[in-house]
Antibody, heavy 118, light 110 residues
Framework: EVQLVESGGDLIQPGGSLRLSCAAS????????MHWVRQAPGKGLVWLSE????????NYADSVKGRFTISRDNAKNTLYLQMNSLRADDTAVYFC???????????WGQGTMVTVSS | QSALTQPPSVSGSPGQSVTISCTGT?????????VSWYQQPPGTAPKLMIY???DRPSGVPDRFSGSKSGNTASLTISGLQAEDEADYYC??????????FGTGTKVTVL
């Protein structure tokens, strides 16, 4: 079964750091571009970042560039999102996603909640 | 990168058709046939409904169709069913090698 399972969400104080993980199974992880998308409570989807199969190419939304870092460990079939200098407006459910259709995401995790609050 | 513009809500009776618009710019929707649509019922992860403007993944009913004209893409749901009630988001690849989602549209089946 194709599956993505996020973990690492937590309640964190403003200015803090957090690393999210996304464990993949059921497909050839190293062949897929992987993405992070977030959704603040009651709000819409926001694309954050992507990384190519070998981890060489990364792209970021302007809103997180310089604060968030995407990475992957193909030996562990795991995707990561390192989040630094967290702010209240980073509070959201964070999804990892990938796809076997061009420029589209058809495989999603269930999401992990990050709450930034003092 | 600003979010693509969608109407906040659309509604229709069972069996009717509804169309959701998604307006971007020449840097995203207008420049690439890389528009996708997602369905998201409350409390669930998004589900891909359309990719590359008008293609349907396997398993998506042919009641769902997509199109594009200029900087605006559209999703049409024909023969509306109760199970179609959800939030819908468009997405586009951009000239900055990033992606942008739409503001989201709530579809209500009357």
């Amino acid at each position: 079964e194709v599956q993505l399972v996020e973990s690492g969400g937590d309640l964190i104080q403003p200015g803090g750091s957090l690393r999210l993980s996304c464990a993949a199974s059921g497909f050839t992880f190293s062949s897929n571009w992987m993405h992070w998308v977030r959704q603040a409570p009651g709000k819409g989807l926001v694309w954050l970042s992507e990384i190519n199969g070998d981890g060489i190419i990364t792209n970021y939304a302007d809103s997180v560039k310089g604060r968030f870092t995407i990475s992957r460990d193909n030996a562990k079939n795991t995707l990561y999102l390192q989040m630094n200098s967290l702010r209240a407006d980073d509070t959201a459910v964070y999804f990892c996603a990938t796809g076997n259709y061009l420029y589209a995401l058809n495989i999603w995790g269930q999401g992990t909640m990050v709450t930034v609050s003092s | 990168q600003s979010a693509l513009t969608q109407p906040p809500s659309v509604s229709g009776s069972p069996g009717q058709s509804v169309t959701i618009s998604c307006t971007g710019t020449s840097s995203d929707v207008g420049n690439f046939n890389r528009v996708s649509w997602y369905q998201q019922p409350p409390g669930t992860a998004p589900k891909l409904m359309i990719y590359e403007v008008s293609d349907r993944p396997s398993g998506v009913p042919d009641r769902f169709s997509g199109s594009k004209s200029g900087n605006t893409a559209s999703l049409t749901i024909s023969g509306l069913q109760a199970e179609d009630e959800a939030d819908y988001y468009c997405s586009s690849f951009t000239s900055s090698n990033t992606y942008v989602f739409g503001t989201g549209t709530k579809v209500t089946v009357l």
